[in-house]
């Protein structure tokens, strides 16, 4: 699809709508509000995505390098029949066609790190005076492209201190078993292949487990990441489980251990028909053999309410009142965990647990505090973090916007900006050219600033006239995200 076409409808007649003398736009791209208790700050990543994909690759195949007449026929035949327009304005896209790149100014902080609220993370402007039509024309693409890398990379970000915290509330000195301990198990339930990707690549930040293929593919390709970036281990499911028959479970479960996968790390879905059976049957009539292995044999729960699931419930009788971590110590015996020289709780031998079933934040904490009562070490759990998790948002989690905030009329640069009487604030719009100063997840904004402070900033120009002129790494961006945790 061509990306002219990546817009709101309304925004085809706003170069009309604009009044006379206007020249040059700034717009903005500000988190401004926060549905999520005690979160105050918010993970800025996506725009090279979004720069490279959009605005250089999609731009130059699908426009530029287009010819103009079949641009011109189309744009007007889809005018004419969507929105009734018997002689639809193309001047401005025929223009825009033989310039030959786009004359935008884009200055960003630098990706990963945090902003406060209400703090833009981007300001947009254009840099030919024929095209001021232009960064707001941009304002549905960009916002449908960047509210879902930065939300979900700050959802992992929250997940990744949560972690760190236990860990070493727990005695660990070594944090990188946390790496693997939130697993990205969303893609199935995302809104589509591309919406995964985003959000996969914001989960990456902050870990290298991952189911999502497409995640890694797009980190390597658009930030450089490497094909290590991420990665999962041998992982069983229901339909292999199911597939030898009720009957023939054990057997399913000694052939995986023994004959396909003698050695490293197996994940094995156990609830297919008795979980409780699998911990207090199988697992200890497998124990010589799962204690052999160079490698952990993981349980894997997918149904029931997690955390009486894992810690155990003290209403249930029987195994269900153990929990899954405690059978799984009792059967397999535990080791002490002194890694780095730490002094952590102790390990399960050769065993652990993963449960990926409708886990949040609040759950996860729950699992990790039950699990550290029952004096065991915390690296005996992953989480899979799913579209539970990363789907259950909205653009407006954290109150995501793209601002007009100046513009150049007639020479002069005039302020503007909207402050509702009807809104408590949380669509009040900054005023005039907004720069950014101080560090991370702490920076202060200054208003009605001058176009040259946005060079002597916190932002960085990063795109200019169609050339990309920051080209971030994934490990930096990793880095400046662990950084404000």
Same mark, same amino acid.
């Given at each position: ?37 005690? @979160? ?7 725009? @090279? ?10 731009? #130059? #195949? #699908?426009? $530029? ?19 009734? /327009? ?15 790149? /786009? ?34 024309? $941009? ?41 693997? @301990? ?70 399913? $479960? ?28 199988? *697992? ?6 799962? /204690? ?16 009486? *699931? ?6 249930? #009788? ?28 102790? /390990? ?34 992953? $989480? ?31 302020? *503007? ?69």
């Amino acid at each position: 699809m061509q990306p002219i076409y990546l817009i709101d409808f309304y925004k085809v007649g706003h170069i009309d709508q604009y009044p006379s003398g206007i020249t040059q736009i700034w717009s903005n791209w500000t988190p401004r509000t926060s549905r999520i208790k005690l @979160q105050s700050t918010v993970v800025h990543f996506g725009l @090279q995505y979004f720069i490279k994909k959009i605005l250089i690759e999609s731009f #130059e #195949e #699908e426009f $530029f390098k287009l010819d103009l007449s079949t641009i011109i026929e189309h744009y007007r035949s889809i005018m004419q029949s969507t929105l009734g /327009l018997q002689e639809p304005r193309t001047d401005h896209i025929a223009a825009l066609h033989k310039l030959g790149y /786009l004359p935008l100014d884009i200055y960003s902080i630098p990706e990963g790190n945090s902003t406060p609220l209400n703090c833009p993370s981007i300001v947009i402007t254009n840099t030919h005076p024929d095209f001021f039509w232009l960064p707001n024309y $941009f304002e549905t693409m960009l916002s449908a492209y960047l509210w879902k890398p930065s939300t979900s990379a700050t959802t992992a970000q929250r997940f990744r201190a949560l972690f760190e915290k236990y860990a070493k509330e727990s005695g660990e000195k070594d944090m990188s078993f946390i790496d693997w @301990q939130g697993h990205d198990f969303s893609m199935r339930g995302m809104s589509g292949v591309e919406d995964a990707i985003l959000s996969g690549m914001g989960h990456l930040t902050c870990f290298s487990g991952t189911d999502s293929l497409p995640a890694i593919l797009a980190a390597n390709q658009y930030y450089n990441a490497g094909l290590n970036c991420g990665g999962s281990v041998p992982a069983t499911e229901h339909s292999v489980m199911c597939a030898g028959g009720q009957e023939g479970e054990f057997e399913t $479960f000694r052939r995986l251990i023994e004959d396909v996968y003698p050695e490293g790390i197996v994940s094995i879905v156990s609830d297919s028909w008795d979980l409780w059976k699998v911990l207090t049957d199988y *697992i200890p009539r497998l124990k010589e053999t799962i /204690l052999a292995r160079n490698g952990k044999v993981v349980i894997r729960p997918d149904s029931g309410v997690p955390e009486l *699931i894992i810690c155990g419930n003290d209403t249930a #009788e029987g195994a269900a009142k153990k929990g899954v971590i405690q059978l799984l110590a009792e059967v397999l015996g535990v080791k002490p965990n002194t890694a780095n020289g730490g002094t952590g709780l102790p /390990l399960i031998q050769n065993g652990g647990a993963i449960y990926g079933d409708a886990i949040s934040y609040e759950r996860a904490e729950k699992i990790l505090q039950g699990i550290i009562a029952k004096g065991l070490s915390p690296y005996n759990m992953v $989480f899979g973090i799913g579209s539970y998790t990363y789907e259950y948002v909205t653009r407006d989690t954290y109150g995501f916007a793209m601002k007009a905030t100046a513009t150049r009329q007639n020479g002069q640069v005039i302020p *503007i900006f909207k402050k509702p009487i009807t809104d408590t604030g949380g669509k009040f719009s900054h005023k005039g050219i907004p720069v950014v100063s101080g560090e991370p997840g702490k920076y202060i904004v200054s208003e009605q600033s001058l176009p040259e402070d946005l060079d002597n900033c916190a932002f960085e120009k990063v795109f200019s006239n169609g050339k990309l002129l920051i080209d971030n790494s994934f490990a930096t961006i990793r880095s400046r995200v662990r950084a404000s945790l």
